[in-house]
């Protein structure tokens, strides 16, 4: 935090739990991550090329993964919390990168400049992703790619049943995240032409967040 006087939501009960969070976050997701949650990180981020932006970047679990030669890599992260930790591991990771404060409603970059856009676990946090789906499109090169990795609602109707049930308790828990969005869906009415969309599950998480898709949408070269 920066010094004198503290923004608002920095002492309210809702500023104390997005601290709160950032710093659980890695803990909460510890045990997915080595179930199988990392792997995939490193299958996905592994495919970026060109300049690169990930969206959401929370506390940089995806860092490592990232090729080397890319032409640039710019972490966007909104929550100050999150951007903390995140400005911590690149430091320690020194892999070259910078760290914007923006949000993925409204990116910090010309129309067509950027070449891959990295999404994990992003497009089930933000307020309404058709926006953001509409920012990804705007600042993708003709043939430039959206790498995703989402958890999803699931197709059993039980199971969706219950992720409409826990909803509202999950989104105040996990700072926003919504847990039966049908963002398959979403990124194929935005526009993007979808590649190698897999259907897999999210191990060792609450089985409300384990349906998972990972793959990658590209925008029209014409």
């Known amino acids: 935090m920066s010094s004198g006087a503290m923004p608002a939501a920095a002492v309210d009960g809702s500023g104390l739990w997005a601290r709160a969070f950032a710093a659980l976050y890695d ?30 970047s929370g506390t940089g679990l995806n860092l490592e993964y990232y090729p080397d030669g890319l032409d640039e890599l710019i972490l966007t992260e909104p929550e100050a919390a999150m951007r903390t930790r ?31 856009v990295v999404s994990t676990l992003v497009l089930c946090t933000v307020d309404d992703a058709d926006p953001v789906l509409r920012e990804i499109g705007r600042v993708l090169r003709p043939g430039g790619q959206l790498l995703f990795l989402e958890h999803v609602r699931s197709e059993s109707p039980r199971l969706a049943a219950w992720q409409d049930r826990l909803a509202g ?4 828990f996990a700072e926003g995240c919504h847990c039966n969005r049908a963002t398959l869906e979403l990124i194929r009415a935005c526009g993007l032409e979808l590649k190698d969309v897999q259907e897999t599950s999210w191990r060792a998480m609450p089985p409300i967040v384990r349906p998972l898709i990972t793959g990658a949408a590209t925008k029209s070269e014409i």
Do not use: H, I, Y
């Open 27 to 56: 803990p909460l997701l510890w045990v997915g991550e080595r179930a199988g949650m990392g792997a995939r990180r490193r299958n996905l981020v592994g495919r970026a090329r060109g300049r690169t932006v990930e969206l959401g």
């Open 86 to 116: 995140l400005t911590r591991r690149l430091r320690r990771s020194l892999r070259r990168a910078r760290v914007v404060d923006a949000s993925a409603e409204q990116l910090p970059f010309a129309d067509e400049t950027v070449d891959t």
């Open 169 to 172: 308790p999950w989104r105040r």
